[in-house]
């Protein structure tokens, strides 16, 4: 064994084929050939703007230019502005807000459809989940509008009733409803993953034993999908903090997000250094969000291991 | 007696909340179709009555068939690229050990959790000073970067299927490795690159942040909406929604078909 893995290291000193021990001539060309486009790639197209979004931070703006320099300017600017404090905070407490709500409604669904519905119709309901993700957002916040806005469909279902109109859009509800329509379908299948891949011998022992299946849920299953729950809940975090549509369309932009001042931020001329402060700064909070998120993950799980 | 009674209702429960829940995810796609064949130029109940003049219009509406040209295209061409980008991504993690693997991975999968807004700015900024702004190409060229993600995930899956020991028994019976690539692990990925490649049409044919940015006067459909939106209430939109919203469904759906995912609950029972 140790004689083959040194030929393995011979015959290619910087890269190893799991699964291919015993093969001479193993391919040492073709990493490099597959795997240099998508870098390249993935460098310039992504990394490369990400990376100058931090650079731009320090330039400055001369007479409707961007000219290279490093200035701490447009850092203390946007960090000491009132503006982008409010928007912080409140951008902050509208993601938490979805987080919670998200994983508070998708937990109870994703437990019915794994446990609850027969095969076919569990694999109907994940294709349900699955398609909104991927079919306009925008269009679907459009029709919230329509639903809920003061002359909407559903005011004047109201009023067909007799009963007054409600103020539905413009506020912390109907930008919770946007914004759910968003997280939702992904969380509940990201949790409808992880409950069907549970072992139902070990419920089923616990009911055995007599547990009730309150009891079942609290100490088997909701640790058991803990880093999928963390999963549910960041990514929740990280779509609704980072959303531009819903606070766009559902109150007005009032109060402004993060996003909302990136892109007012850009349209007023060349304040790019200033976007890119706010766009820097947004990434910081998502990472460390994301980080904490591993942590809670992480050391849960170590924690009920241990036991 | 009592415990089933208690166990009924409590099930009773979960099934209405589950609806409740699907009730609200439908409702806007629902909403979007519905009104589009409304008569009345405002969307109010009561429904205004069937009429097909909004589809006509969006029909002999310039602009609106530009940005659907434009869309096609880019989602095209991001559709072969990224599926080509992401199958190399995915054998690439599937079939070698090397230094930098973990950010290799992460370059490909982090792009779509960066919120498109700051990824639209940082690209037209970037982009725009190497003077690639404002073309079709780089629509797409964009658009690859994310869906690439997409499109590594699913193939990637699929290769766990795929027995290791396959490809160095074709080698060790002459073949080359790109001869292995061609006649082993592609045909046996074929599923989920045809997958791949209707979901990442799907993922570009919806964004519109980025596109926005880096597109200059080149509207994809998703921007025309944007604008439209951004104007007076256009009755056009629902008409338009319903297109798009037929469109993302169908590719969603083949994508789906051909990923074959199942959710099996292992029980002891079965």
Redesign the interface.
């Known amino acids: 064994m140790a004689v083959s893995t040194n030929a393995r290291a011979i015959a290619a000193p ?7 021990a ?2 001479s ?3 040492a ?3 490099a050939m ?2 240099v ?3 390249g ?10 990376l ?2 931090v650079i ?1 931070t320090f330039w400055q703006v001369k007479s409707f230019r961007l000219e290279p320099a490093f200035v701490l300017d447009n850092w203390s600017r946007i960090l000491f502005s009132a503006t982008f404090q409010r928007a912080l905070g409140h951008t902050f407490i509208v993601a938490t807000m979805t987080t919670v709500l998200a994983v508070l ?1 998708a937990f ?2 994703a ?6 519905l027969p ?1 076919r119709l ?2 109907l ?8 993700i ?11 509008q ?2 809920l806005s003061p ?3 559903t005011n ?2 109201l009023a ?1 009733l007799g009963i007054g109109a409600l103020p539905l859009l413009g506020g912390a509800f109907s930008l919770q409803v946007g914004l ?2 968003l997280t ?2 992904i969380a ?1 299948l990201i949790l ?2 992880a409950l ?6 070990l419920i ?1 022992a616990a009911e055995n034993l007599g547990c009730r299946r309150s009891r079942v849920i609290a100490h088997i299953i909701v640790p058991a999908v803990r880093p999928a729950i963390t999963l549910a809940a960041t990514t929740s975090f ?1 779509l609704a ?4 549509i819903s606070p766009l ?1 559902m109150t007005g932009s009032k109060p402004p997000t993060l ?1 909302i001042l ?2 007012d931020t ?1 349209k007023s001329g060349s304040q ?1 250094p200033r ?2 402060v706010i ?1 820097v700064a ?2 910081v909070v ?1 990472a460390l969000v994301v980080g904490l998120g591993q942590f809670l993950a992480r050391g849960r799980t170590a924690k009920a291991g241990a036991h | 007696m009592d415990r089933m009674l208690l166990t009924r209702v409590s ?1 009773l429960t ?2 209405a ?2 609806a409740a ?2 009730v ?6 629902l ?2 179709v519905v ?1 589009s064949f409304d008569a009345n130029r ?5 429904w205004g009555g069937f009429s097909l003049q909004w589809h006509r219009a969006i029909l002999a509406d310039p602009m609106i068939r530009d940005a659907f040209v434009n869309s096609v295209l880019v989602g095209c061409g991001t559709a072969a690229l990224s599926t080509v ?1 992401g199958f ?2 995915a ?2 993690d599937f ?5 930098f693997k973990l950010g ?1 991975v992460l ?2 999968a ?2 779509p ?7 639209g ?3 037209l ?3 725009s ?1 190497i003077g690639l702004f404002g073309r079709l190409e780089t629509i797409m ?2 658009h ?2 994310i869906a ?1 993600s997409f499109s590594m995930a699913i193939i990637r899956l699929r290769m766990n299927d795929l027995s ?2 396959l ?2 028994a074709a ?2 019976l002459g073949a ?3 001869a292995a ?1 061609l006649h082993v692990v592609i045909p046996f990925c074929k599923p989920a690159l045809i997958a791949s490649f209707f ?1 990442s049409a ?2 570009s044919f ?1 964004e ?2 980025i596109a926005w940015f880096v597109g200059g006067v080149h509207e994809t459909l ?1 921007v025309r ?2 604008n439209l ?1 951004q104007g007076q209430v256009n009755p056009k ?1 629902n008409a338009i ?1 319903t297109v ?2 037929v469109i ?2 169908v ?3 083949i994508a ?1 078909r051909f990923t074959g ?9 079965s």
């Open positions: 910087r890269w190893s084929f799991p699964g291919a015993r093969t001539g193993a391919p060309v073709m990493p597959l795997g486009p998508v870098v790639w993935q460098a310039v197209f992504f990394a490369a703007p990400l100058f979004l731009v409604i109870p669904a437990y019915t459809i794994a446990f609850r095969a569990r694999d309901t994940v294709a349900f989940l699955i398609v909104p991927f079919s306009s957002y925008m269009l679907r916040i459009y029709a919230w329509i639903v002359e909407g469909m004047s279902a067909w759910l329509t939702l379908p509940v409808v993953f069907s891949g549970i072992d139902n011998t089923e990280l903090f980072g959303d531009y369309f996003s990136i892109v850009v790019w976007a890119s766009g947004m990434l998502l | 099930r979960q099934y909340f589950l829940l699907f609200f995810i439908a409702m806007p796609m909403v979007i009104f405002f969307p109010t109940i009561p980008l190399a991504a054998y690439v079939r070698y050990r090397f230094r290799f370059l490909v982090i792009p959790a960066v919120p498109a807004t700051i990824l700015m940082a690209m900024a970037f982009l000073r060229a964009c690859v970067a690439t290791r020991d490809e160095p080698w060790n080359s490795p790109s690539l979901l799907a993922v919806d519109f942040l998703p909406i944007l939106l939109i929604g798009v919203l993302s469904v590719l969603v759906l789906q995912v199942r959710v099996g609950r292992r029980s002891s029972q």
